[in-house]
């Protein structure tokens, strides 16, 4: 009987030492955002993304790097030709080709 009382001491002793505090749990609802509203936001500052790469004679519009800049490799056509038909591109697609700017490829 002594072993045992030393026993259930010797537990309440450590329960109390290393006690730890209780924490309430968050019950706060976190914004949750739908695969909508994430290609939403793609499209805003990568309009044309999912047409990418893009394969033209001579050319490829491969990626965005970053919003509003687009990398094109040129395949042994002259650059302010390819310049014209990538941006005819963009016009066709419904985007303002002045937002776009080009980083060359060669």
């Known amino acids: 009987m002594t072993v045992l009382a ?3 001491i010797a ?7 290393y006690k730890v505090p209780v924490v309430a749990p ?19 500052k990568y309009p ?26 040129i395949q042994g056509v002259d650059r302010t030709i390819i310049e014209t038909l990538v941006k005819n591109w963009y016009k066709v697609n419904g985007i303002d080709p002045e937002t776009i700017e ?5």
């Open 102 to 106: 080009i980083s060359w490829e060669e």
């Open 48 to 73: 044309l993304w999912d047409r990418l790469p893009y394969f033209g004679e001579g050319f490829t519009i491969d990626r965005y790097v970053e919003p509003g800049l687009v990398v094109v490799k």
């Open 11 to 17: 537990m309440i002793i450590t329960k109390i030492t």
């Open 26 to 44: 968050n019950n706060t609802i976190q914004e949750t955002v739908t695969p909508t509203e994430v290609e939403e936001k793609v499209e805003e």
């Open 6 to 8: 030393l026993v259930a």
